[in-house]
């Protein structure tokens, strides 16, 4: 193949590359970092070395894996180093579609929406390196064992063991969430109960033990503190609205079902996702770093 023909196949395949390590790490920036890092290593190469390569998708996505094995070892620091709460970036349902995707069919569009969830990205969060990587490589990218192997430098059947033990944590967390319908009809009580400043209304609709994590990076005003119990965090949530009155609260659909986006000045400076169980609202994530909010504007 042609240099500049296979170069720009190379380049064609940023999406791809962006799309898988966003789900390893959880981030844009940290993603498009770990994309930049991986075309670099590309064309450190002699072109006679980069001609050699028979599937250039198969060599970036190795690439790409290990460059994300290698941040999440070194990620955890950083995370204890975040002022307040860290939460995954939320993206919106289209971030990663490709422009010839055939998921015309809405369950289609539910699964590959749920694999950018936040709620399943938090899961992810609580895997090991080894354990993400495994199962974002097998389970969302369908890579065989025996590629997977050789990123994280284990046999492919303890990366089958890897991957098994995470999608157990991903099963089980899936197992207690609400479907979709459900969830997006519990969501619209609970916004209903917030804009009316029904204080009642809104505990009500809120699991007793439920968890609300505010993420504002230590860039804008957020908790920095997790709030727990229905009734402080209906009272939070009223609260905010009250001291935010030129916010506009917008319903929104996410990755995670039903969410809000919170508006202020032509600008989304809040995304806020919700998981329901049991059809009560369980947890409250509001990314409000505008670090974490660069595809929504």
């Not at 028979?54 to 094995?69: H, Q, S």
């Not at 050789?150 to 099963?171: F, M, N, S, W, Y």
Request: hydrophobic share 40%; aromatic share 6%.
């Amino acid at each position: 193949m042609p240099q500049d023909e296979l170069d720009q196949e190379v380049m064609g395949e940023r999406r791809h590359l962006m799309s898988l390590a966003y789900r390893m790490l959880g981030t844009i920036p940290e993603a498009e970092d770990a994309v930049q890092e991986t075309y670099i290593r590309w064309y450190r190469m002699s072109e006679a070395e980069r001609g050699a390569i028979e599937v250039p998708r198969a060599w970036l996505t190795r690439v790409a894996g290990r460059v994300c094995l290698n941040v999440l070892n070194s990620a955890r620091k950083r995370r204890e180093r975040y002022v307040g709460p860290w939460l995954p970036e939320p993206v919106p349902t289209f971030a990663f579609t490709e422009p010839t995707d055939s998921a015309t069919d809405p369950l289609e569009r539910i699964t590959l929406d749920d694999s950018i969830s936040t709620a399943l990205l938090v899961v992810l969060e609580s895997m090991t390196p080894a354990e993400r990587v495994a199962f974002v490589l097998h389970d969302v990218f369908a890579l065989p064992f025996s590629e997977i192997a050789t990123i994280v430098g284990r046999t492919p059947a303890a990366c089958r063991q890897l991957a098994t033990a995470a999608r157990r944590r991903v099963e089980h967390s899936r197992r207690h969430r609400a479907s979709r319908t459900e969830h997006d009809s519990v969501v619209s009580g609970f916004a209903q109960a917030a804009r009316t400043g029904d204080l009642a209304g809104l505990i009500s609709a809120l699991d007793p033990a439920v968890i609300l994590r505010s993420d504002g990076g230590g860039v804008v005003t957020a908790a920095r503190n997790p709030v727990y119990g229905a009734e402080n965090v209906a009272r939070f949530l009223l609260g905010a609205l009250t001291k935010n009155p030129s916010a506009e609260v917008l319903e929104q659909q996410t990755p995670d079902g039903l969410g809000f986006a919170l508006w202020n000045q032509g600008r989304i400076v809040g995304v806020v996702t919700l998981e329901v169980v049991e059809q009560l609202v369980s947890d409250v994530r509001m990314v409000l770093n505008p670090d974490k909010l660069s595809l929504w504007n």
